[in-house]
C-alpha cells in the first residue's frame, strides 16, 4: 500500500464520500461533492439520495457532470421541479440530510466567504461570484460537509463577509438566529479534517497519513487546536482510487489536481 | 389569433431602452439567440436579472446594454469567474443588486403571484441582509418570530426558451424548470422562443406538460438552437467547450469585441449563428433520443 499515490483532490473526494451514510439524502454540488456522492453511492452508500440545485431529484448520472445542470442529471432521475420547489420544499422544509460547501475562505468557526476579498461590499477588491445556493445550504441542511484544500489565505482566523453561516462567534450565536441546520460538522482538507468543537470552533480531528500537525499550523491563519485525540485517517483504497479513476472521472477533470 | 413572430420583430416590440429584462434559464434553455438580437439592436440602460448571470448576461454587459444587474450568482458556471460582469462590479461601472438563489427565486414568485414581499426562513447569514436594502425582516403574525423578506419582481419583459409552443403561446417544457414558469408570471410581456412551433392539438395531447399558458404570452418566436452554448433538453447538448473558451476570449475586452462583432453584429440572426459553428460542432452536441413511457389521459 506504500506505493499507492494519490492526488489531493482525490484524497480530500475518498473522505468526503466516507462521511457520507446509506440513505441518506444530499444536495450535491459540481466537481468534488459530486464526484464524493456518486463514489458513496458506488461503495457502502448505495440508498443515497442525490438533489442537485438545479430541481432534479434523484439523479443518476451516466457521464460526469460539468454543470450544475448538466442535462445527464435529468435522464433517469426520479423527479424534477422548479427552483422555488427545491429551495422552499426540500432545503426550507427540511428535507436535506446533507449538504455540501466551498468557498474561497473558511474561518475559525466554520463561517464561509464567497463573495468579497477585501474593501466593502460596495467597493470590493476582488469580487466572487456570491452565495448562490450556498447561504441556504449552510443555514437549513441538517448537516453540512466542506471540501478545500488547506491553503492560509483559504482559512483567515475571520472571513471577510459571512456569505454562508458556519458558527457566527460561536454555537450559541447561531442557535440564536433560530436557523433549522446544524452547521458544519466536517471540514475535509488534503491534510485531514477539522471539526466543531462545543463552542463551534474548528478544531483538527484528524491527519491524512504522511500530514503533520506542523503543515496544518502553517496553513491556518488562527493557532488551530487539537481535539484531545488526532486520528490518522485510512488512506484511500484501490478500489475507491479505481472507480474515480476510470469510471467517475477518467478524463481527470476535478481529480488531477496537484 | 397567432402571435407568431419573427425574434426581430419581438424584442423590437417589447424590450425598450431603460426595460427590467428577465431571460430565464437555470443553465438550461438560456436564450442567447434573444440576447444577442438585443444587442444587435442597440438597447441600451437595461436593468438585467437572472439567478446565474451566465454569459448571455456577460455578452450584454460587454456589449454595452446594461445599467445594472440583479443576480445571485456571477460565475462561469463549471468554469470560474465571469470575467466582464466582474470587472464592471470591481470598478463601479455597473450597479448591481444581490440575493441568494433563494432570495431570487423568492422575488419572481411573489411577483408571479400578485404578492408584495415573500417571506423565508432565516439562514443565520447576516452579511447579504445587512448589505442590500431590499432584505427586510418582518415579524410572523402568528408567532412573533422574525421573517426574513424580499420584494416581488416584476420584470418589463420575460424571455422565456422552450421545446415547443404553438402559435398561441401555450408553451411546454421538460428537463431543469429553473425559474421559467415565475419569470413568465411575474413579467409585465413574456416573449416565448420555441425549437418547435406545433400545433394545439399536440398541446392538448399533453396538457401537463404545459408550463406557461399562452394567455400570459405576447409573442412566439421559432428560434431552433436558441440556447446555444447552453442547451436544449433532448435537442442539443450543452457546449462545455464554447463555456470554457469563453473564459479565454473574455480575458481581453479586444478579443470580446471581436467576437461580438464575428458572431452577434456579423450574422443576421440564430440561424445564421448556428450553421457558423460547423457540422463538428453540430455533431458534437446531437444526443440521442430516449423517451418516456406515454400516459393514459382516458378518452372522456
Not at chain 1, 34 to 53: F, G, K, S, V, W
Not at chain 1, 64 to 81: F, K, Q
Request: charged share 20%.
Amino acid at each position: 500500500m506504500s506505493d499507492l499515490t494519490y492526488t489531493a483532490s482525490e484524497l480530500m473526494c475518498i473522505n468526503a464520500a466516507r462521511l457520507l451514510r446509506d440513505g441518506d439524502v444530499v444536495f450535491v454540488g459540481v466537481g468534488l461533492p459530486n464526484l464524493a456522492c456518486n463514489l458513496a453511492r458506488r461503495t457502502h452508500a448505495p440508498n443515497l439520495q442525490l438533489i442537485y440545485e438545479a430541481g432534479v431529484i434523484g439523479a443518476r448520472p451516466s457521464r460526469l457532470p460539468l454543470s450544475i445542470g448538466d442535462p445527464t442529471l435529468v435522464t433517469g432521475a426520479v423527479s424534477v421541479c422548479g427552483m422555488f420547489d427545491i429551495f422552499s420544499q426540500y432545503l426550507q422544509r427540511g428535507n436535506i440530510d446533507v449538504g455540501f460547501l466551498g468557498g474561497a475562505q473558511i474561518d475559525r468557526f466554520g463561517n464561509i466567504n464567497a463573495t468579497i476579498i477585501g474593501g466593502d461590499y460596495q467597493h470590493p477588491k476582488v469580487r466572487l461570484p456570491g452565495s448562490g445556493g450556498s447561504q441556504e445550504i449552510a443555514g437549513w441542511a441538517n448537516r453540512c460537509y466542506i471540501i478545500t484544500p488547506h491553503q492560509k489565505r483559504r482559512f483567515p482566523e475571520k472571513v471577510d463577509f459571512i456569505t454562508s453561516a458556519g458558527f457566527l462567534n460561536g454555537r450559541a450565536q447561531r442557535e440564536l438566529t433560530g436557523a433549522r441546520g446544524g452547521g458544519p460538522l466536517v471540514v475535509v482538507t488534503n491534510l485531514g479534517l477539522l471539526e466543531p468543537d462545543a463552542n463551534g470552533e474548528l478544531v483538527l480531528s484528524a491527519l491524512h497519513p504522511g500530514c503533520t500537525l506542523e503543515q496544518v499550523r502553517e496553513n491556518t491563519g488562527w493557532q488551530v487546536r487539537t481535539s484531545g485525540q488526532v486520528s490518522t485517517t485510512e488512506p484511500p483504497l484501490p478500489s475507491e482510487l479505481q472507480l474515480l479513476r476510470e469510471e467517475l472521472d477518467p478524463g481527470g477533470i476535478y481529480l488531477k489536481g496537484s | 389569433m397567432s402571435k407568431i413572430c419573427s425574434l426581430a420583430e419581438a424584442i423590437s416590440s417589447y424590450v425598450h431602452d431603460g426595460d427590467t429584462v428577465f431571460c430565464a434559464g437555470f443553465t438550461h434553455l438560456i436564450p442567447f439567440a434573444a440576447g444577442h438580437e438585443i444587442i444587435r439592436q442597440g438597447k441600451k440602460n437595461l436593468t438585467l436579472a437572472r439567478a446565474t448571470p451566465d454569459l448571455i448576461y456577460d455578452q450584454m454587459v460587454a456589449a454595452g446594454c446594461a445599467k445594472k444587474l440583479i443576480f445571485s450568482y456571477i460565475g462561469n458556471p463549471g468554469v470560474g469567474s465571469l470575467r466582464i460582469v466582474r470587472e464592471e462590479l470591481e470598478a463601479g461601472r455597473l450597479e448591481w443588486e444581490e440575493y441568494s438563489h433563494f432570495g431570487m427565486i423568492s422575488r419572481l414568485q411573489a411577483g408571479a403571484a400578485g404578492l408584495p414581499f415573500m417571506p423565508m426562513n432565516q439562514t443565520a447569514a447576516p452579511d447579504l441582509e445587512r448589505s442590500n436594502p431590499n432584505i427586510r425582516r418582518v415579524k410572523d403574525p402568528y408567532t412573533g418570530q422574525d421573517v426574513v423578506t424580499v420584494p416581488a419582481l416584476n420584470p418589463d419583459v420575460g424571455i422565456i426558451h422552450v421545446q415547443r409552443a404553438d402559435e398561441h403561446g401555450n408553451a411546454q417544457v421538460w428537463g431543469i424548470l429553473g425559474e421559467q414558469k415565475e419569470a413568465a408570471f411575474a413579467s409585465r410581456d413574456v416573449i416565448i422562443t420555441a425549437e418547435e412551433i406545433v400545433s394545439e392539438d399536440v398541446i392538448r395531447s399533453d396538457p401537463n406538460r404545459t408550463l406557461i399558458p399562452g394567455l400570459i404570452v405576447k409573442a412566439v418566436c421559432q428560434v431552433p438552437h436558441c440556447a446555444h452554448p447552453s442547451y436544449t433538453q433532448g435537442y442539443y447538448d450543452r457546449d462545455n467547450v464554447f463555456y470554457l473558451n469563453w473564459d479565454k476570449i473574455s480575458e481581453d475586452r479586444a478579443t470580446v469585441n471581436a467576437w461580438l462583432d464575428e458572431w452577434v453584429h456579423g450574422v443576421q440572426g440564430a440561424e445564421e449563428y448556428w450553421q457558423k459553428l460547423g457540422s463538428e460542432t453540430h455533431a458534437r452536441l446531437a444526443v440521442k433520443p430516449r423517451y418516456a413511457a406515454p400516459v393514459n389521459y382516458g378518452d372522456y
